[in-house]
C-alpha cells in the first residue's frame, strides 16, 4: 500500500514538474516575454537580446536564453517576501514582475517599491506624445530625423507641455571623436546607446532652437494603464545598454521597442530588418492607429524667415541697425510697423544669441532694451505665423527604392537597369514630407544588362548628401555637397569603373520650394581602372532645380573638374533630369546627359521608381 501510494505521489508531482515546465517554454517564446526582454531571432534561429549589458539579466546566459532568462526571473521573483534580495529584484523588473504575476498561479504580493512610486508621482503619467525633429544636416545622426517621448501629464495644458518630461535614447559618443569617426563608429555600432528621462524644453531648446529643426508632435492613442506598462519597462531599462547604430537600432527603433510595451499583440518592430529611419517609424504607428492629428512647432529659424517674409528691405535694415545697439529709426512708419522692426529686432538678436554663442552679458541688456520698447506699444503683434506644411513626415515616399529603366547610349552599349537605394531622399523625389533642398542618398546600388548580354555595375554610392540652404535677407548660408562610392565612366572603348570621393562648398539662392540654383567649388580623389594611380579633380559643379508642382520637378546640372596624374587633363558632365511623381510611391524620371572623361558619351534615360 505504501509503495502505490508513493508511486501515486511521484506521479503526481512528476505531472506537475511536467507542467510547470511546459508552461515555463510556453512563456518563454511569449511574444510579451520576448519584447520585455528585448530578444529577436539571430541569423541561425537562435534567440538574442539586443541588450547588450549584463546587468540587464538575471541568468548568465539570459541574453541568449528567454527560457534560462524566465527561469531565473521567476526563481528571484519567488523568494521569501521578507528576503531583501527578493523585493531589490522585483522592484528592479517591474514590468516583468506584474506580466509574471497575471500568468503563473501564485501569492506573489502586490509591487510596494517606494523609489518607484516616487518617480511616477513625480511624472503623473497619463499619456505619450510622440517628437519627431525633422533632418539636421550638420550632424551625421541626426540626418534622417530624430524621434524621442514626451510623457503628458495629468495636469498638463497647451501652455504647460515643456515642463513635462521627454524619453531620450541616443549614443553616448567619445568626446575626442571628430564628425567623420562619429559617423563612421555610428554606422558599425561602437557606441552604447542609452535610455534618459530629462525635461522636454531642453529638448526643445536644441532640435527647435539651436540646430532650427521643426518639430512634429504626435498625441498617441495610449490608455493610462497602457502607458504605465511602458513606464515600468522604461524603468527597467536604466540597467540597459544598447549598441547604437544609425541605420537601423537606433532612436526611433529603440523607441518603438519600448512603445510596444503597451500590450501584448503590439508589433511594431518586426518589420524593420534592414534600416529604421525615422519617418518609416512615425508610418508604423499610423499604421497601427496609434497616432493623432499631429501638432506643429515651427523652428526658430521657420519664424524669423517668415516673419522677415513681411517686411520691406528699409524695415529689414532699421531692424537690423536696432539689433545691433542702434537707434529706432521711425520714418514716417505706422504703429504696426514700428512694432513688426522692434519684435524682429529681437527675435534676430535672441537667434544670433543662441547659434553664434554670443556674449551674454553684451547681448542681455540689448534683449531687455528692445523688450521694453516693445512693452510702449499696446497692439498684438503684426506678424503671421508660418504655414504649416502640406505633408507631415509619415506622409512622405517610401525610404527605400526600387527602380527600373532603360539607357540609350550614342558611343556605348545600350543598357537596362535595375536599381536599389536603402534611403532615403534626393532632390527630386516628391518633396512633400522631406526638408526642401536637402538630398540624403544612402546605399544606392544600380546593375546593368547589356543588350549583349553583359552585366556590370553601374554605380554605388555609399553616401550622396547634399544641403543646399539658400541665402536670403536674414540668413547667410553655406551650401555643400559629399559623395563616395563606385561607378563608371565613358572610355575610348567602353565604361570604365572608378572609386571616388568628393565634396564641394559654396552658395545656393532662391526658394527650395519653387526656383532653386547653387554653386559649389568641388575637390575629388579617384582610383581604379579610369585612372592609373590616385587622382585628385579640383573644378566646380553647379545647377538650377525648379519644382514646377508637388509632382513635376526639372533639374540642370553640370561640373567640370581638372585632373592631375590622369591620362585625361579634365572631365566633365551637364543633364537635364525630369522627374514626374505619380503617386506617393511612384516616380518616373528621365535624364538627358552628356559626358566626357577619356572619350564622350551621350545618353537619354528612362525609369520607373517604386519607394516602399
Known amino acids: 500500500m505504501k509503495k502505490i501510494l508513493f ?111 516616487a518617480w511616477q508621482k513625480i511624472i503623473n503619467p497619463k499619456g505619450v506624445t510622440l517628437v519627431f525633429p525633422t533632418a539636421f544636416m550638420n550632424s551625421p545622426s541626426s540626418m534622417f530625423g530624430h524621434t524621442l517621448l514626451r510623457i503628458d501629464a ?37 557606441y552604447p546607446g542609452k535610455f534618459s528621462l530629462m525635461p522636454y524644453y531642453k529638448k526643445v531648446r536644441e532640435y527647435n532652437d539651436l540646430e532650427s529643426r521643426d518639430i512634429w508632435e504626435y498625441k498617441l492613442n495610449l490608455s493610462e494603464l497602457q502607458v504605465e506598462l511602458i513606464l515600468l519597462h522604461l524603468w527597467e531599462l536604466q540597467l540597459a545598454t544598447f549598441d547604437y547604430f544609425f541605420i537601423d537600432e537606433n532612436c526611433s527603433y529603440q523607441l518603438l521597442a519600448l512603445l510596444q510595451l503597451a500590450q501584448e499583440d503590439l508589433d511594431l518592430t518586426s518589420s524593420f530588418n534592414m534600416q529604421a529611419i525615422p519617418s518609416d517609424t512615425v508610418a508604423v504607428l499610423r499604421n497601427n492607429n496609434l497616432l493623432q492629428t499631429p501638432n506643429y512647432r515651427p523652428a526658430f529659424g521657420t519664424k524669423l524667415y517668415h516673419y522677415s517674409t513681411q517686411m520691406t528691405d ?50 542681455a541688456p540689448r534683449l531687455t532694451k528692445l523688450l521694453l520698447m516693445r512693452s510702449k506699444y499696446k497692439i498684438a503683434s503684426p506678424f503671421t505665423k508660418p504655414n504649416r506644411p502640406i505633408a507631415s513626415p509619415e506622409q512622405g515616399h517610401g525610404s527605400s527604392k526600387v527602380s527600373l529603366g532603360r539607357v540609350q547610349n550614342n558611343n556605348q552599349a545600350n543598357l537596362t537597369n535595375f536599381g536599389y537605394r536603402l534611403a532615403y531622399h534626393d532632390l527630386l523625389d516628391r518633396p512633400e514630407g522631406f526638408i526642401a533642398g536637402a538630398q540624403i542618398s544612402f546605399f544606392d546600388l544600380e546593375a546593368a544588362i547589356t543588350d549583349e548580354g553583359n552585366a556590370d555595375i ?15 535677407r536674414v540668413f547667410d548660408s553655406w551650401s555643400w ?132
Open 314 to 363: 528699409e524695415q529689414l535694415d532699421d531692424a537690423r541697425e536696432l539689433m545691433q545697439g542702434g537707434s529706432l529709426n521711425t520714418r514716417n512708419y505706422s504703429q504696426s510697423q514700428l512694432v513688426a522692426i522692434l519684435e524682429m529686432a529681437y527675435e534676430w538678436l535672441n537667434f544670433e544669441f543662441y547659434d553664434k554663442a554670443l556674449n551674454r552679458e553684451e547681448i
Open 458 to 472: 553601374e554605380h554605388f554610392y555609399l553616401l550622396d548628401a547634399m544641403s543646399l540652404a539658400p541665402d536670403n
Open 154 to 190: 495629468k495636469d498638463q495644458t497647451r501652455h504647460k507641455e515643456l515642463l513635462a518630461f521627454a524619453v531620450n535614447f541616443a549614443a553616448e559618443p567619445d568626446g575626442s571623436d571628430n564628425a567623420a569617426m562619429y559617423a563612421l563608429k555610428g554606422l558599425i555600432g561602437s
Open 481 to 612: 555637397n559629399f559623395k563616395m562610392g563606385f561607378d563608371r565612366q565613358p572610355s575610348d572603348n567602353k565604361r570604365l569603373g572608378r572609386f571616388f570621393t568628393k565634396g564641394g562648398y559654396g552658395k545656393s539662392y532662391g526658394d527650395p520650394n519653387n526656383v532653386h540654383g547653387y554653386i559649389l567649388g568641388q575637390f575629388e580623389l579617384n582610383t581604379g581602372d579610369i585612372t592609373d594611380q590616385l587622382s585628385t579633380g579640383i573644378g566646380s559643379e553647379a545647377g538650377v532645380i525648379w519644382q514646377i508642382n508637388n509632382k513635376h520637378k526639372l533639374a540642370l546640372t553640370g561640373n567640370i573638374l581638372w585632373l592631375t596624374d590622369n591620362a585625361a587633363s579634365k572631365h566633365s558632365e551637364i543633364a537635364i533630369t525630369w522627374n514626374y511623381a505619380v503617386s506617393r510611391n511612384l516616380s518616373l524620371r528621365s535624364k538627358v546627359q552628356h559626358a566626357q572623361w577619356h572619350s564622350h558619351n551621350s545618353s537619354m534615360s528612362l525609369a520607373m521608381q517604386f519607394y516602399f
Open 7 to 117: 508511486g501515486l505521489l511521484l506521479a503526481l508531482f512528476s505531472t506537475y514538474s511536467n507542467a510547470q515546465s511546459i508552461e515555463t517554454n510556453t512563456l518563454a517564446t511569449h511574444p510579451y516575454w520576448l519584447k520585455l526582454g528585448h530578444y529577436r531571432l539571430a541569423t541561425l534561429g537562435d534567440w538574442k537580446s539586443e541588450v547588450d549589458s549584463a546587468e540587464f539579466f538575471l541568468s548568465p546566459v539570459g541574453k541568449t536564453s528567454p527560457y534560462d532568462e524566465l527561469k531565473a526571473t521567476i526563481a528571484a521573483f519567488s523568494g521569501k517576501n521578507t528576503d531583501p534580495k527578493t523585493t531589490q529584484y522585483r522592484c528592479q523588473f517591474p514590468a516583468r514582475y506584474k506580466w509574471l504575476k497575471t500568468k503563473i498561479e501564485n501569492n506573489w504580493p502586490e509591487l510596494n517599491c517606494p523609489e518607484l512610486q
